[in-house]
């Protein structure tokens, strides 16, 4: 007699525990973008276009350095019509040599140099380019943009005014701008010549050097 073969048990679908433990921490993982690529990029992308295009009107250093167009002014009359002149004639100039001064103060002291870096990446990896979507996440508590902005607010404030950065940026700035007034006082101006045309491409050079700060994707 033969004897049938045995029908084999169904098969019931088994979920493994690690897996499904980990696919939550998975999906946690993918959502929390550091910081908005594509907005940084297009942010750094304007900034180097704006400062390329600033710079293509600076004037000639050699006719920033001419020492047979100095002289002592008369009054303090002079100096200030001297000073307007060469302001609107050397703004990029000058505004590079502000920048050297400042960097160079800043170069000097490698601790404040490293906050000041430290503090810019906070602000742009923390507020200025993250996602609207993508919250901030510190030891397992979630912070509002309201609450990043006020830790922001006063981290910077601890930055500045109790270590030697601000100092340190504000001398800068006023060694740059000894600098400035005393050549825009001494250099006379008259062969020096300011057409409309490079009045309006003076003030087109400065609209496009803070043009960058309307960067979409971010927060400025």
Same mark, same amino acid.
């Given at each position: 007699m033969a004897s049938s073969a045995p029908t084999p048990p169904p098969l019931? =679908?088994?979920?493994?525990? %690690?897996?499904? /433990? &980990? &696919? =939550?921490?998975?999906?946690?993982v993918g959502s929390d973008a550091?910081?908005?690529?594509? %907005? !940084?990029?297009? !942010?750094? &992308?304007?900034?180097s276009d704006s400062a390329r295009r600033s710079l293509s009107d600076r004037r000639p250093w050699t006719e920033l350095v001419d020492r047979s167009a100095f002289s002592r002014p008369d009054s303090l009359s002079d100096a200030t019509s001297r000073l307007r002149r060469n302001l609107a004639y050397f703004r990029v100039n000058y505004a590079a040599v502000v920048a050297f001064a400042l960097g160079a103060s800043l170069l000097a002291h490698p601790f404040s140099l490293l906050v000041l870096l430290g503090l810019l990446a906070a602000w742009c990896f923390l507020y200025l380019f993250r996602g609207s979507d993508q919250p901030v996440v510190l030891f397992g508590r979630t912070f509002s943009d309201r609450e990043t902005l006020l830790g922001l607010v006063v981290a910077s404030f601890v930055a500045f005014f109790f270590t030697s950065v601000a100092s340190l940026i504000i001398s800068g700035l006023l060694v740059g701008g000894a600098i400035v007034a005393v050549h825009g006082a001494c250099r006379m101006p008259e062969d020096l010549f300011l057409d409309d045309a490079d009045a309006a491409s003076g003030n087109s050079a400065a609209q /496009?050097?803070? &043009? !960058?700060? /309307? %960067? =979409? /994707?971010s927060r400025v």
């Open positions: 019931l =679908p088994v979920t493994n525990p %690690a897996a499904a /433990g &980990s &696919s =939550p921490a998975a999906t946690a550091p910081i908005a690529t594509p %907005a !940084f990029r297009l !942010f750094l &992308s304007k900034l /496009g050097l803070l &043009s !960058f700060l /309307g %960067a =979409p /994707g």
